[in-house]
């Protein structure tokens, strides 16, 4: 029987994603597991597996274009089986397909001397039914009369988090779909194959008016829409306050190069060390690693640290998870290994969500001073500006020393100024010191 | 509070009323020199004298017809039935003129009756004098239909059906009389008619539950907890009018259902409440609403067969674990 190729959900806030390229071209074989396509996400390009054996006879939704989660965007059926009132259940605004439909090559007509197994087929329920209240139809093929059977609650909340129910075993009598399945399946992510990034052909336009700049429009990527989906809804509800300080940083480079002189393999950052401290500091001050859930604040045990990286068409923060508990050169490492393949966009999704504090560092472009925008829901993120040498004032003399500015963005829902101060002191009082990671 | 017995909460609620407002009379076999068949109504009679407490022959179209002439003329009858098997006999007068009064007459005639006695299963009295009637009565538009499951419930649901200016049927489970628990001492204690009351809170499960059916289904929940399933239980104290919005949203948190009763399982109470879940709450459903009903059969007079014809803990805690997915 046919199965249609819906949207799937591949990362925890994806809406709608965009095909970056189809492995399988019309009339090529289908077998169950195999990867159908690749598919960019808000966050990264993730390979899509067939869920279905057969032909893949149809394809709706072309490379470069987007469809919401659920939509119908392929058919897989075997090769002569009728699948029109499959496409009927497609949107019309879907590109080609009144071309595409005349051009297939296998009859798509029923009365066009249906072949034996389009008979089986039409037997087993061919024709999937709805499910949900007429909303976006989820397919069909469970049960042995080809419905799915689903309690109502269970349907509406795949309908509602854009999960193809013929994903999911059902555990109630009969193989019956229940609300605890599709709790199942919302807390398991889907496993995130590593595909190579490919170059996304894009549209790009160039206008040119008298008088005016020329300019030139590019489709917002799937990145960038949700990059300005996440800072709205940042600094529109989240009262942000900044605290600034500079640090001397002359101990903190010694140990570095130090540390590097002993073992070069370890490639110690500045930024490693950031790392370091700011998760002991963070533990010296749970008040600060903590967010504001609305109706209760949350305060973690450990310091999960998002370390923005920025890539190709936008930037993303990979997560050293409990980098309280975490060496040095355990933090260097993984922070190499993180940014790395955040670059080449193969990080899962479970990598770059839930930090409990955020740092974004500037320095190496340059930048002084700047303030970041916390990433909800954390509670603060500490934005990291170039060292360089600046003449300051020491036992009544003036002296060079290496001086960081760094600025905390802190939201006031759950920090106060105060709060924020002392550590942001602690954390100072360590970086210059760093003697005390020891002690 | 005081611990008092259902039997003693209901007589403090006539006796009350008796005293708080003079249109109120009682009237049945019985009720004045015997100190009524189950003595609700003992010393009554003897507190409030032969005007206002009525023996009646054994004539129940009789006095129910009497009873809606008094409360057209502006008197507030309160008609007992010695049990409601015998309201048979009167239910002419109860929904052909009774519940129909008000709408006949143009609003002309309200009727502030109250048909009361015992109903539901008894102790081995077989087919006849063991039954629960009340989809019957609940049936009919114009009528009222309250059934109590506690001491406190029977005495401030019983002084607001004698309040209530429409014709009500309250169904006293005749097994319950002795049932004790605490009750308000303020005389204005009143419960109000169609607000349904959460016996228990509860998370995973709503069990619906009136009448007989209360306490068993209080106890198949702390069963269950045990079990790890948490059950809310919800009686409607009123079957008319019925307080769903109290039972959906219920079920829009737990999404599962089981609706206990004595009563026969075709047509009756529990198919309405089932069918307005499925109206009102189709999407919020995980499992489909299980019923645990009387047998279809008329009661039985063997012991062991009448015991097997009336839902137990057992039977509802099964229902439970089968809309709980759990075995």
Known sequence: MATKVIMPKLSPTMEEGQISRWLKKEGDKVSMGEPLAEIDTDKATMEMQALGNGVLRKILINEGQSAPLGQLIAVIAEPDEDIASVLSEAPASQPQEQKKQEQAPAPEQPQAQPQPQAKAAAATGAVPSRVDNGRQPQPAAISDSGRVIVSPLAARMAAEAGIDLRSLQGSGPGGRIIKKDIEAALTQPKPAPAAPAYPRIVETTRFQQAGASAYRDEPATQIRQTIAKRLVTSLGPVPHFFLTTDIEMDRAAEMRRGINALDPDLKISINDVIIKVTAAALIQHPEVNASFQEKFVRYYEHADIGVAVAIEDGLITPVVRAADQKSLSQIAAEVRELAERARSKRLKPEEYTGATFSISNLGMFGIDEFTAVINPPEGAILAVGAMTPKPVVRDNEIVIRQIMRVTMSCDHRVIDGATGAKFLQTFKKILENPLYLVV | ?327
């Open chain 2, 1 to 327: 509070m005081s611990t008092i017995t259902i039997r003693e909460a209901l007589n403090q609620a006539l006796r009350e009323e008796l005293a708080r407002d003079e249109t109120v009379f009682l009237m049945g076999e019985e009720v004045a020199e015997y100190d009524g068949a189950y003595k609700v109504t003992k010393g009554l009679l003897h507190e409030f004298g032969s005007k206002r407490v009525i023996d009646t022959p054994i004539t129940e179209l009789g006095f129910a017809g009497l009873g809606v002439g008094a409360a057209m003329a502006g008197l507030r009858p309160v008609i007992e039935f010695m049990t409601f098997n015998f309201s048979i006999l009167a239910t002419d007068q109860i929904i052909n003129s009774a519940a129909k009064m008000l709408y006949m007459s143009g609003g002309q005639f309200k009727i502030p009756i109250v048909f009361r006695g015992p109903g539901g299963s008894a102790f081995q009295v077989s087919s006849q004098h063991s039954q629960a009637l009340e989809s019957w009565y609940a049936y009919f538009p114009g009528l009222k239909v309250v059934m109590p499951s506690t001491p406190a419930d029977a005495k401030g649901l019983l002084k607001s059906s004698i309040r209530d200016d429409d014709p009500v049927i309250f169904i006293e489970q005749e097994r319950m009389y002795g049932n004790k628990g605490e009750v308000p001492d303020d005389p204005d204690f009143t419960v109000p008619l169609g607000v349904a009351d959460v016996k228990r809170e509860g998370k995973d499960v709503t069990i619906v539950a009136r009448s007989l059916m209360v306490p068993l289904a209080l106890k198949a929940a702390e069963t269950l907890e045990q079990q790890g399933v948490s059950c809310e239980v919800i009686d409607p104290r009123t079957i008319r009018p019925l307080d769903i919005d109290t039972i959906v949203e219920s079920v829009k948190k737990t999404n599962r259902v089981v609706i206990a009763e004595e009563s026969h399982p075709h047509f009756g109470v529990s198919a309405e409440i089932s069918a307005e879940i499925m109206e009102r709450a189709f999407d919020y459903l995980d499992a489909p609403v299980k019923r645990v009903s009387g047998a279809d059969v008329p009661m039985p007079y063997a012991k062991n067969l009448e015991n097997l014809a009336i839902p137990d803990v057992n039977r509802i805690v099964a229902a439970v674990r089968e809309v709980a997915y759990l075995d």
